[in-house]
């Protein structure tokens, strides 16, 4: 069953509704005229090519062709009206201060969330507090491209909203607590489109107020690392990524404050465990053709000194045990 059709918050309930509603109509319209159809070709058939006579001919007919215009004409109305009814519905009220607000920015080909009331900011993975009656509280999406146009798709959560540079859109998401969610890029922007994926976990209050808190102090600080984040220092790596507590500060590729706390890399690629990250490290290419990360052409020893760095940021008490992955 497509993930439409199993759907986990409310804008995509709706979607799902308003997606049967039309498939009915369609069905019914399909039925009558497939029927008709059939009907004549049976009924008014040759049955053993003996008939030769000219059947009677018939000019127009004003009921009918009254009927015939009217018909489609009123269906293409009513289904104009839902559908510009629940792009109205969709759009929502404005947040309030008990709504979460998620800045969501596409880039080729990765996502970067930012929680702008926390300073937190972080890649691919969305962490969201799960719906709850009593609080009301929904998650408010502010949609922005770094690039070329990107689409923004939870095919359980809600319907897809674009990512326009220059433009600013909004949508609400709101889910309920059996997350992971999966979504991706539907809109092509570029060879690596296929692979824009982007996860959504939905939590418990008090687990993304820990997840926020753990992800809002800077990065962790391993004595054993420091050449490792001397050479990342040194290299490009700093020009083009942040480490928050660092001079690091590049806003080009993905922030990797707490890198260890995500699951993937390469926005959903490849798991992220210390063997990827030496693959992607070595070149970038190997794992996703044409992406934005140069090969840099490090020696081995820089390649491993610098995952030993990266694969000890993040901060513990990351809000699942099973989120460690080093
Ligand atoms: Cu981003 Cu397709």
């Known amino acids: 069953m497509p993930e439409m059709f199993n759907p986990a918050g409310s804008a995509a309930e709706y979607i799902r509704d308003l997606f049967i509603l039309v498939i009915a109509i369609c069905f019914v319209i399909f039925v009558a005229v497939g029927g008709a159809l059939v009907y004549f070709i049976v009924r008014f058939r040759d049955h053993n090519g003996s008939d030769n006579t000219e059947p009677p001919q018939i000019y127009g007919s004003k009921p009918i062709e009254v009927a015939w215009t009217l018909a489609p004409a009123l269906t293409v109305f009513v289904l104009a009206l839902v559908v510009v009814r629940s792009v109205f519905d969709l759009r929502g009220q404005e947040p309030t201060a008990n709504d979460q607000r998620v800045r969501v920015v596409g880039h080729q080909w990765w996502w970067e969330f930012e929680y702008p009331e926390h300073g937190v900011i972080t890649a691919n993975e969305m962490v969201i507090p799960a719906s709850d009656e009593e609080l009301d509280r929904k998650v408010f999406l502010q949609l922005e491209s770094a690039d070329v146009i990107h689409s923004f798709w939870m095919p359980k959560l809600a319907g897809k909203t674009d990512l326009v ?8 998401i709101e889910a309920n607590m059996v997350s992971p969610y999966f979504g991706r890029c539907a809109e092509y922007c570029g060879t690596q489109h296929a692979n824009m994926l982007l996860r959504v976990d939905a939590v418990s209050q008090k687990e993304f107020d820990a997840w926020i808190a753990a992800q809002k102090e800077p990065a962790r600080e391993v004595a054993s690392a420091k050449p490792g984040k001397e050479r990342f220092m040194a290299l490009a790596c ?85 989120n460690t992955l080093i």
């Open 238 to 322: 700093a020009n083009c990524h942040t480490i928050r507590g660092t001079r690091a500060n590049g806003k080009f590729g993905p922030d990797l404050t707490h890198l260890m706390s995500r699951k993937t890399i390469a926005a959903g690629m490849v798991e992220n465990n210390r063997a990827n990250l030496v693959r992607w490290v070595e070149d970038p290419d190997e794992i996703k053709l044409g992406c934005r990360m140069p090969d840099m052409r490090l020696s081995e020893a820089d390649v491993k000194q610098i995952v030993d760095y990266l694969a000890l940021l993040i901060r513990l008490q990351l809000w699942k045990a099973e």
């Open 165 to 172: 540079p220059g433009r600013t859109n909004h949508m609400w």
